[in-house]
């Protein structure tokens, strides 16, 4: 194989993220048992509330926390308590200040392919709170850039292509969601690693779709090596 241009998603990918959330959620809706909602229903009123929240105030921990406090005014009205709104901001804090885990094999493998490939970073969220991650994680030495954007859709793909001159039949999208990652690099033309992920978040949940270019199926990171 030729030398390829390789973009790579960074939470669920590169080190875990989601599992975090969920911790969080977890407590959080254990925080609203007394309101006599089930689990399941608070959960799918979380998910609503992210959605719309996601649209104006994009990704992220503060969009996260301002859903969350949104979701416990709405299920609690007369009974909200202002010390739980603390609590959330609190958990909230907890989960910013959470260092990245690494998944495993992710450092050996990207030395392995910087070695070989034109590798860039590409995440969406919150900038800043991207940013810090990428840093604390150490991992940004492999890459020859590091894009985060607020979005990875369709229009994302074809601005990064024309942006890197990316030869489309020689671009990889690598990642865990089929929403974000996947179909729309697919949609693009791009050719598309996906490696699934046991905790990825359900708003990023798809079936897989057909595109221009290649689709690769691995089960971990480490696999990378065996096709490029």
Not at 4 to 17: G, H, M, R, S, V
Not at 155 to 171: L, P, W
Not at 196 to 224: D, N, Q
């Amino acid at each position: 194989m030729g030398r390829q241009t390789i973009l790579i998603d960074a939470d669920d990918t590169l080190w875990e993220n989601n599992i975090f959330f969920e911790q969080m959620i977890g407590r959080f809706l254990s925080g609203l048992a007394h309101l006599g909602f089930t689990a399941e229903y608070c959960r799918h009123i979380l998910n609503e509330t992210e959605r719309r929240n996601i649209l104006q105030h994009g990704y992220g921990v503060k969009s996260f926390r301002r859903s969350l406090e949104d979701t416990y005014l709405k299920l609690a009205g007369g009974m909200a308590r202002k010390e739980y709104v603390q609590e959330i901001e609190k958990m909230a804090g907890e989960l910013e200040r959470t260092p990245p885990q690494i998944l495993d094999g992710v450092p050996e493998t990207l030395a392995y392919l910087s070695g070989r490939h034109r590798l860039i970073l590409l995440t969406k969220g919150e900038a800043a709170e991207q940013a810090a991650k990428v840093e604390r994680s150490g991992l940004a030495r492999y890459f020859d850039a590091v894009e985060i954007v607020p979005e990875k859709d369709h229009a994302t793909y074809e601005r990064v292509v024309h942006q890197f001159k990316i030869v489309k039949s020689n671009g990889w999208m690598v990642g865990n969601s089929p929403r974000s990652d996947i179909n729309p690099a697919l949609r693009a033309g791009l050719n598309a690693v996906f490696i699934p992920h046991h905790a990825t978040w359900v708003l990023e949940h798809s079936e897989l779709e057909s595109g221009g270019g290649k689709l690769i199926l691995v089960a971990t990171f480490r696999e990378l090596r065996g096709h490029f």
